[in-house]
């Protein structure tokens, strides 16, 4: 069946640290990944979005990777801060569809 | 709007109530979906509009959740004879016309916490 998993724990790193998530897929071929940042009793919002045949992308702090071949995408906050603390979601959409599937997200804390 | 705007922020119901919940997509925002979070879990998609044209919906999960966008902008979610799984928080979210081969982040509004007791 198709899966999305992210790392359910929490992460909790050193501020100034590179905080790394993962995101690994199965039975899925998707065509679009995204990242999207989610604060207690908020709506999820847009931070990155990477194409299959794109490997990474970048903006400020943040960068994706994305490999079809592991089914995985990293998500990295270089030099992060306590404002960085939330829960971090990704989802995917496959070629030919207009909804994207999510993961159940990974919490970031960034200790000071 | 400036952003994607949904009310109410939050409901209580009784069992076996019906509800209505309202979404204010982004103007001119063609595609429109609504999704459902359970407490530490991702969205889980339900329903997506073109416009006033739903498209998909796949992820309802039973015939008493019934979603409407009359006009191709303000969508109403509806769910009859609420039960208790049915607590959850109901997200809306809008993003502008895709153009062939393109994809776009989404705007989610703040959503609806539904509790039904």
């Known amino acids: 069946s198709q899966k999305i998993e992210q790392n359910s724990e929490a992460l909790n790193i050193q501020e100034g640290k590179t905080a790394t998530l993962t995101c690994n897929y199965t039975?899925?071929?998707?065509?679009?990944l995204q990242w999207y940042r989610q604060d207690p009793g908020r709506g999820p919002v847009f931070l990155l979005l990477?194409?299959?045949?794109?490997k990474e992308k970048r903006k400020e702090r943040l960068k994706v990777t994305f490999d079809t071949t592991l089914k995985q995408s990293l998500f990295h906050i270089t030099a992060s801060q306590p404002a960085d603390s939330a829960t971090y979601l990704c989802?995917?959409?496959?070629?030919?569809?207009?909804?994207?599937?999510f993961g159940t997200g990974t919490r970031l804390k960034v200790l000071a | 709007g400036a952003g994607v705007s949904q009310s109410p922020r939050y409901k209580v119901a009784k069992r076996g109530q019906d509800v209505a919940l309202r979404c204010d997509p982004i103007s001119g925002h063609v595609s429109l979906f609504w999704y459902q979070q359970a407490l530490g879990q991702g969205p889980e998609f339900l329903t997506y509009?073109?416009?006033?044209?739903?498209?998909?919906k796949s992820g309802l999960p039973s015939d008493r959740f019934f979603a409407e966008r009359p006009e191709g902008s303000v969508s109403t979610l509806k769910i009859q004879r609420t039960q208790q799984e049915d607590s959850a928080v109901y997200l809306c979210?809008?993003?502008?016309?895709?153009?062939?081969?393109?994809?776009?982040?989404?705007?989610f509004g703040s959503g609806t916490r539904l509790t039904v007791v």
């Open positions: 990477i194409r299959e045949n794109e």
């Open positions: 039975n899925y071929s998707p065509a679009y």
């Open positions: 989802a995917l959409t496959t070629s030919g569809t207009y909804k994207y599937i």
């Open positions: 509009f073109q416009n006033e044209a739903q498209l998909d």
């Open positions: 979210a809008s993003s502008p016309k895709r153009i062939r081969g393109e994809s776009y982040g989404y705007t």
